[in-house]
């Protein structure tokens, strides 16, 4: 049955897979070589390692957020989330005094509630994501607020936190900081569960035609919120290493995160349709948000221009990506 | 203000070049740190020195003043003035900047550190009782009065409500604050905010917007309502729209910090420090209380930004 | 002869791997019905899509009365007389069937102002003309298959094209509608007009075509009169065999009640449905259009919400309140829109089959690959799915092939009772043959199945019992020696027309 | 050929319609009633005028965008958009000096430009809708501060601007400023390009299946950047509306508000999957956005927790106008 032009047709869905990783990793590296060439400056491990550093947050909010695009739905409660959950990790630790390894699970299970909300309204309730998950912004926002007092609550008399959740740097010569390797560990972690596990599979098929998933005896109420729920373990993570970089719980921000989140998701390939998408793109995406502001402040572009900069980038890189895969088709 | 020199591109550190300066502020958007960066700018050049000038988008925006902050170490700078969202979130960049010798100039409010050699600000608490002892002069130290601020959780906005707060607590018992609300500094949520607070109050004396902003919002909604004259308003910052109102009569007068004094200063001191000049701890760059009377004194004039 | 409409000739078109059409020629000549048939995936639909300007070929011709055309888009193939019913719906859900019938052509008021009343009206017109039960105010997506298909039907005879292509027009119509269409066709069909009708129901082709193209493998094989051909003959030009059209031997005696329903009613159509499935036995559920087989089978699967009713199996009284329950108790439903409700089209082949199966390939929730690719490969061959591989986009599938592997999924689980609904919808005869072998071959090993289907010639052959449906309700029971289309149609018929009568019965709560 | 069971099929049509109008209205009418028992000082006709006041420039946005989300997309770019229209306008008026009503037009028409430029990316070049007026939203927003200056340009020196087109009471008694009765000729304006016309069709056609339509012989791209166009003239508007109602351009702000004005038209019933809305909803919409806070505010209840206040009533009526939908379905 299976022809040579048949094997070579396989072969070239492989290559195509491939090249659109290729293709926003190109991106990423035109933008490197592109500012390294412009600015000494830029191509310096401290710099590099400023960069990295500062996409952890982004990064781990997008973690989450690919799973739940990948299901075709949206999330919009990541930055406000997390600002709540780093408020929750500051309370766990400082107001009630737990230990260390406990705070910060329970900072991690605040998130995976906040996953689970939105899981229980867009799942069961159905409410459409973009809606749920836009009542839970506001939410965490106002509640971030509220339980902190809208005061900072600080760490600082947490010993080791901040060293071993952000600034701690393991490997002796590398400035390569611990939140850089928590990013890591929690990407393989999210590319395991995308690609080798039951839950990954289902939430490819959720994203890719639920009522036919739900017909083929896939309980997708039950897995949807699986999924909602693990995403906000990864928006609880972040809440966690931003608390222990700041050394604080900052009650007023994370608005606007999530359409940085977004964005390096989709920058990475993922499509919005849901379906399909990788947590490899998204951290391509993620790292291609933080060189831009990065490199353009480096080579002295003045801020108010910075956004446009941005923009145009996003812009360009979807539409390479675009492009590409219109070829592909026709 | 678009054609900064590029502070990347000339080799900063090179002995005989011209020194480099990073600055990192709470903000860029908003009038106030323009007139900050603009004090700063000609500084920079009176002392023949190179600056950078950046800041979050928002003031609730920490962790990106952190980014920025780790930034500015790594271009290599000779000195580093910052304006801190929070003192314990950027205590790590501060340890970095010790331990490399790059001396540290706080600007705008107060690091809560020793490390900074000097502090060139404005003291918000004590601006803002200024505020507070003007309005309650105006309503005859009786009556209801209520805030539009800017920030719940900045510390300008926090400092700058509790001042005002304070004050009439201990000097005017019998003025009542009957509401706070915060519209982020935007005028369109400002104006909103204090239209619904003033018709809700109708008796309402006297009104205290905390930053330009805010101090507009307030303006616009006794415009809108139609009640000028009856409501007593005073403000913080200057900005066109706030010195009209002051010379038209619809606010009594506002605080006026000097943000181009605070980015002058700030400039100044550094090129001290990276000279090894010792250096006063803290600069108050000071606030006058300025209304339709002396408006045009050269000397307030001189801290008004249009 | 009349007129040469249309000729095509030396038309070839390659996807990726795939080499769909391969110097392809065909006519059409005014005032006929031409038959194009072929196995699923022969290349039939992209020869349409290539006159529909949607695909463009890698080379041939056109030759549209006595002018060679190169045609770039729907808009063009309409000036030049053409309109096509695709093989897939496009319709707009959210627009009236008026509105549907004539977007893009809306009559105006004044300039860009819409004639609301116009455009109604010149609606209740054309379907006057046209004899098709349909009203112009309703939304399309309130209405069933059938109907959505008469929309469209509609919508192709509004442009008074010269040339009328539909691409398997039947296959969600019952008899008496496919009746209906032949009649709007013959009506159609002049001097000046002439149709090509691809369809897999080989006993309509005498009925309404005058000559049939047959293409195998996307290449031309041969074209017959109607009038001379046998389908014996037709058929095996497709397939390049002949088939035996032998009904199987029926296992004498009934096993135990494996699934009983007793009582079951939805708010919105059934009524106190009673049915008893045996091991072993192929039950056919036949009724007219919209008669309530497919909800039934959905309320069974725990699809949609019931109102009242029980279910037992083996004995047992079971609740099911979603089809993961139901698959766990051993119960597979195969929907009868596979596009919408069976596949992941955008995802590869084996991770399709392999979908209601993931708990066998996983061990604490790893997933063996290895396994489901080598399954996914077993039952490509085992259902002879035209594909290049199971990496392939199952969107590029022919449809037919699309739905064996709607099927192969469900025999990878391997569920005691199998729903299939209109399973051989879509699917050329060599292919139904294959099904049919199968489901006997499940029976025979056990296994229950209740086949749905509106083609009478296929349950008559296939069922050990047929239970008929008509309005909701369960209107008689036929044993295999006792059925035949007639008694069939009785049955399906009894009580009130069910055709018009279905819709407001649900608005009245 | 209608036998009467069609007709009544129709009629109850009609009558689901009204109902999903009726449903977001009822909640508004709840939130009324409610705050005016909770406070007499709520139901003043001053009070209200407030409201209606406070939703014009949301109001405005939130049209545009109901069109955008019919054709099924989305828009982030209006609250930047808008201020970026905000300072061409003031440009146009102050720097170049032109006659008021042609300043204002051409603020419209900027509008206009940057739906046009939507509208290539979305329809020409195929790039998703969030991320092209995600990057839409940067872009504008950098623009607006590079253009400025940073600085806000005052038009107090055009005569008559902000008394036409903002703080006006046209109807001598009547509180109702010009801002609001803007709003509602462009809410009529919008109703009826949705019902009446040509490009209403399309627009509901495309939403609900847009390779359908553009087999139908619709050209499909051009009406979409059409569609996209026509909501920039009300993002333009809204710019012009805003500038004149603080008598000057502030170039910071607009961030956030495209979420309020896509919250509006959800509550208002406008589907996110495009194919179904209308504009009568989508003012309810921004009614209950409005009422809400200016409520909670006048009731006593503190800022933090209104946002927590309005992420629940978002649910609440998204959920009744489920439920209510899920109903009429079986
Ligand atoms: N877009 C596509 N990409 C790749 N292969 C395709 C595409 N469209 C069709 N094919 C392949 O071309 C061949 C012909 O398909 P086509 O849809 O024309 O078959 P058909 O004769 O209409 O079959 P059916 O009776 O099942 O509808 C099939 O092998 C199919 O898989
Ligand atoms: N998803 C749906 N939404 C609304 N109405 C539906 C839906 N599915 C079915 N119906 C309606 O329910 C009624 C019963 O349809 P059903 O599909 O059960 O009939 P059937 O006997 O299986 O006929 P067939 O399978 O030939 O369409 C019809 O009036 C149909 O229009
Ligand atoms: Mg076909
Ligand atoms: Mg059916």
Redesign the pocket.
Known sequence: MSSPALTSKVKSNWWKASLQQLLAFASLIILVIFFSVASPKFYQPTNLSNILFSIVVTGLLAIGVTLVIITGGIDLSVGTGMTLCSVMTAVFLVNLGLPMVLGVICGILFGALIGLINGIFVSLLKIPPFIATLAMMLVAAGLSLVISGTKPIYTTGVPGFQQIFAQGKPIPGLVIPNAVLILLIAAVVAGVILAKTVLGRYTYSIGSNEEATALSGVNVIKWKVIIYTVAGCFTGLAGVVATARLNSAQPAGGMGLELQAIAAVVIGGTSLQGGKGSIIGTMIGALIMGVLPNGLSTIGVPQEWQNVAVGIVILLAVFLDMLRRRKSVS | ACDTPSAGSSGAASPGGKSFIAIVSKGFQHQFWQSVKQGAEKAAKEFNVDISFEGPDKETNVQQQVDQLNQAMAKSPQALAIAALDSKAVEGVLQDAKSKNIPVIAFDSGVDSDIPLATASTDNKAAAAEAAKHLAQLIGNEGKVAIIGHSQTATSGTDRRDGFVDWLKTNAPKVTIVDIQYGDGDQLKSTDLAKTILTANPDLKGMYGTNEGSAIGVVNAVQELGISGKLKVVGFDSGKAQIDAIKSGLMAGAITQNPVGIGYETVKAAVAAIKGEKLEKVIDTGFYWYDKSNIDDPKIAANLYQ | MSAELLSISGMSKSFPGVKALSKMHLDLYGGEVLALVGENGAGKSTLMKLLSGIYTPDEGEIVVAGQAVAISGTKQAQELGISIIHQEFNLMPDLTVAQNIFIGREPRAAGVFLSERELNRATAELLEQTGIALNPKQLVG??????QQMVEIAKALSFKSKILIMDEPTA?L?DAEVAALHELIRRFVTEQTGVIYISHRMDELKEISQRITVIRDGEYVDTLNTSEATMPQVISLMVGRTLSDQRPELPASRGPVVLKVSGLSTK??LKNVDLELHRGEILGLA????????????AIVGADPISAGQLEIDGTAVSISNPAVAAKLGIGYLS?DRKHLGLMLERDVKENIALTSLQKFSTLGFLNDAAIEAKGREYIEKLRIKTPSGDQITKNLSGGNQQKVVIAKWLLRDCEVLIF??PTRGIDVGAKEEIYALLNQLAETGKSIIM?S?ELPEVLRMSHRILV?AQGRISGELSAAEADQERIMQLATAGAQPKMT??PQ?DVQ
Chains 1, 4 share one sequence.
């Open positions: 309130e209405l069933s298959v059938a109907k969600a019952n919105a159509l009724g007219l259009m919209g008669a309530g087989r497919t909800e039934l089978a959905r009868e609904d209109e749905i509106s449906m279905n819709q649900k």
